[in-house]
């Protein structure tokens, strides 16, 4: 059995999964069926305890004294779907998953033996969670461990996958009838996500969406769009040794200096905060990251800060790694023209991934790619995109760790 951390994953020995999210409240789990661009097709790839069963995908109920699960067959899910998400969000409205520790079982759903297990970290305010995803790479069926709340419930999740929701009004109580005839009350209140608005019929699968799938650097410098993920495999063997991350950006406007500075945050198992790298702590965990040096301009040709990170000297608990720009001269990323990051080969300048932050917000903090160690020891690089309000990398702690 395998105790799974944030954003590891594990293959699939089996057709036929079942994920049960068990906590010390009643939850809610559901399951959506996702394509390639990460969306659901339309309201029948939203499954819940209303709506049962779907192509490939079923709910089963605990009946309130056994956790709720989501059971896939591999074998049956319909061409075009890439990924099936296992949400959880508490029966009771309102309630948050502060205090309450759900942790999710994957097993074989023939025989009930568990395959893996994981227990998000630090939940707090949130009031709905996808916690697993069961996914498809490169023609075999993976589990990867997630652990993302959301703090507007499971419609904040609905949405994200595509899903329009309708939010019921509160509705005046009804005059009362002369003699009402008793209904029987459900057993559960239903979610917020009432009907989904089918997009147009998709095109027959071709070349992934942008910002979908995972890929590895076997034909060389990949091109990441937000949200999507590359292995840092290359002839199939896990690239343990030294990269740099070099992060760069432009004024807006002309003659106006913008001073933005790189970090890298290091996280642990559970998201706990190891150390972070700046401006003003060049070197961290015994030199297995290092920082070189502030820029307060923008100026110049090229990056304008490098992170080397050394994969293979990180100590065995540092499991994730946030790398983040903020401004601290306290203008906004829409002042800021041409930002990216990019990982290169340390040992021969290569490059390997490039990020390309072709939109900004009104914000001075930006999350612009994470590097996760699989399971299976190799590390995975996702661009992110995301923005944050902080001038300074101790603002982008909690949040970086929420992103993991």
């Known amino acids: 059995m395998t105790a799974m951390t944030p954003g590891s994953n594990i293959p699939l020995p089996v057709t036929r999964v079942a994920v049960d999210v068990a906590a010390p409240v009643r939850l809610d789990v559901s399951g959506l069926l996702l394509t390639a661009d990460g969306k659901v097709r339309s309201d029948d790839d939203f499954i819940f305890y209303n709506q049962p069963s779907g192509p490939g995908v079923t709910y089963r109920s605990g009946g309130g004294t056994a956790p709720d699960a989501i059971i896939v067959d591999t074998a049956a899910v319909p061409p075009g779907i890439e990924k099936i998400v296992v949400t959880a969000s508490p029966d009771a409205p309102g309630q948050t998953f502060q205090g309450v520790e759900p942790t999710a079982t994957i097993r074989n759903a023939d025989d009930g033996s568990v395959l893996a297990t994981f227990t998000p970290p630090q939940l707090g305010t949130e009031t709905a969670l996808v916690v697993v995803e069961v996914?498809?790479?490169?023609?075999?069926?993976?589990?990867?461990?997630?652990?993302?709340?959301?703090?507007?419930?499971?419609?904040?999740?609905?949405?994200?996958?595509?899903?329009?929701?309708?939010?019921?009004?509160?509705?005046?109580?009804?005059?009362?009838?002369?003699?009402?005839?008793?209904?029987?009350?459900?057993?559960?209140?239903?979610?917020?996500?009432?009907?989904?608005?089918?997009?147009?019929?998709?095109?027959?699968?071709?070349?992934?969406?942008?910002?979908?799938?995972?890929?590895?650097?076997?034909?060389?410098?990949?091109?990441?769009?937000?949200?999507?993920?590359?292995?840092?495999?290359?002839?199939?063997?896990?690239?343990?040794?030294?990269?740099?991350?070099?992060?760069?950006?432009?004024?807006?406007?002309?003659?106006?200096?913008?001073?933005?500075?790189?970090?890298?945050?290091?996280?642990?198992?559970?998201?706990?905060?190891?150390?972070?790298?700046?401006?003003?702590?060049?070197?961290?965990?015994?030199?297995?990251?290092?920082?070189?040096?502030?820029?307060?301009?923008?100026?110049?040709?090229?990056?304008?800060?490098?992170?080397?990170?050394?994969?293979?000297?990180?100590?065995?608990?540092?499991?994730?790694?946030?790398?983040?720009?903020?401004?601290?001269?306290?203008?906004?990323?829409?002042?800021?023209?041409?930002?990216?990051?990019?990982?290169?080969?340390?040992?021969?300048g290569e490059e390997l991934v490039r990020f390309d932050l072709t939109s900004a917000e009104p914000q001075t903090g930006v999350m612009m790619a994470k590097l996760i160690k699989q399971f299976s020891g190799e590390w995975e690089m996702t661009a992110m995109g995301e923005f944050v309000k902080s001038r300074t990398v101790r603002g982008m702690v909690k949040p970086a760790a929420q992103a993991l």
């Open 135 to 348: 996914y498809l790479r490169g023609g075999a069926w993976k589990a990867r461990a997630v652990g993302q709340g959301y703090a507007n419930g499971l419609a904040g999740i609905a949405t994200d996958f595509g899903v329009s929701v309708d939010e019921e009004p509160a509705q005046a109580a009804p005059a009362p009838a002369p003699t009402p005839a008793p209904a029987p009350a459900p057993a559960q209140a239903p979610p917020p996500v009432t009907r989904a608005t089918p997009p147009a019929p998709p095109a027959p699968p071709a070349a992934p969406a942008p910002g979908a799938g995972k890929i590895n650097l076997d034909k060389g410098r990949v091109n990441l769009q937000k949200n999507q993920t590359v292995s840092l495999v290359k002839g199939g063997r896990p690239l343990l040794s030294q990269v740099k991350m070099g992060l760069g950006w432009e004024p807006a406007f002309r003659g106006k200096d913008i001073d933005l500075d790189a970090s890298v945050i290091a996280y642990g198992p559970q998201r706990n905060h190891l150390d972070s790298c700046y401006f003003g702590k060049l070197s961290i965990l015994n030199g297995a990251i290092k920082h070189s040096g502030d820029n307060l301009t923008g100026e110049g040709a090229g990056d304008d800060e490098v992170i080397v990170v050394d994969l293979g000297r990180l100590p065995a608990d540092a499991t994730g790694l946030v790398f983040t720009v903020n401004s601290f001269s306290g203008q906004k990323f829409t002042e800021v023209a041409k930002a990216y990051c990019r990982l290169m080969d340390a040992a021969t």
